[in-house]
């Protein structure tokens, strides 16, 4: 069975497609940033940039790690700007998103001919399906 998008990642993806297509590849990740808030802005999405995350060793904080974009609360977004994304920014995404506590975690990147974007699930959601499909395959835990 194909996965279903949500409408908020759908959302947000649809505004860095209108970023790339409008810049292209070959800028910096901070002008990518900058552009992809003017675009949550006109489609009236809430998020904040580059919000300050702690990072806690056995319960002690030991420093801190800015997410590019926390939207309505809910995605993580990180933004890249590199010729293809490997492995480590995959892991780097994952990583954030258990440690922030985030179900969804949304990882653009800019820098190739396309725009990529890759979906990540929190570990913890057994099956990161649309929450109706969920319901009809699972009708007990409705």
Known sequence: MEEIKDDLTYKVIGCA???HSTLG???QEVIYQRCLAIE??????NFLREVDQPIYYDNIAVGTRRADFVV???ILVE???VIRLEDVHLAQIKNYQVAYDFDIG???NF??????YRRIYHPRLKN???PKIQKSINPEKS
């Open 72 to 74: 309505e609360e809910k």
């Open 111 to 116: 820098g190739s001919a396309s725009l990529e």
């Open 25 to 27: 590849n070959g800028f």
């Open 106 to 108: 949304l990882l653009l």
């Open 17 to 19: 497609m209108k970023v």
């Open 79 to 81: 933004l890249k700007a």
């Open 40 to 45: 949550l802005e006109k489609a009236k999405i």
């Open 128 to 130: 990161p399906l649309h």
